[in-house]
Nanobody, 122 residues
């Protein structure tokens, strides 16, 4: 059974920063593609960023390019999402996901975490 546990969410003022973490257990972490998606109240879940198993290939939603950075530490079985310049429209439940496909706006994921709430006040 694969488990993904997110942490690092919280309340931050606009312009602030947060770093989300996702710890993975249950399968060889270094072989999987990892991603972050988010869902705001009343909206559909949307792709935020993804990273290949090697960390070389990354993809970002247009709305977060230049502000968010995805990274991974295969030795720690952890993927991160560094968020800077946060805006109220970034408020959402952020999910960590694992899968085998990497690409822009990737929607197919095999495993999901429970989510961590990010709230950005204006």
């Amino acid at each position: 059974q694969v488990q993904l546990v997110e942490s690092g969410g919280g309340l931050v003022q606009a312009g602030g920063s947060l770093r989300l973490s996702c710890a993975v257990s249950g399968r060889p972490f270094s072989s999987v593609v990892m991603g972050w998606l988010r869902q705001a109240p009343g909206k559909e879940r949307e792709f935020v960023a993804s990273i290949s198993w090697s960390g070389i290939s990354t993809y970002y939603a247009d709305s977060v390019k230049g502000r968010f950075t995805i990274s991974r530490d295969n030795a720690k079985n952890t993927v991160y999402l560094q968020m800077k310049g946060l805006k109220p429209e970034d408020t959402a439940l952020y999910y960590c996901a694992a899968g085998s496909l990497n690409g822009p706006n990737q929607e197919v994921w095999d495993f999901w975490g429970q989510g961590t709430q990010v709230t950005v006040s204006s």
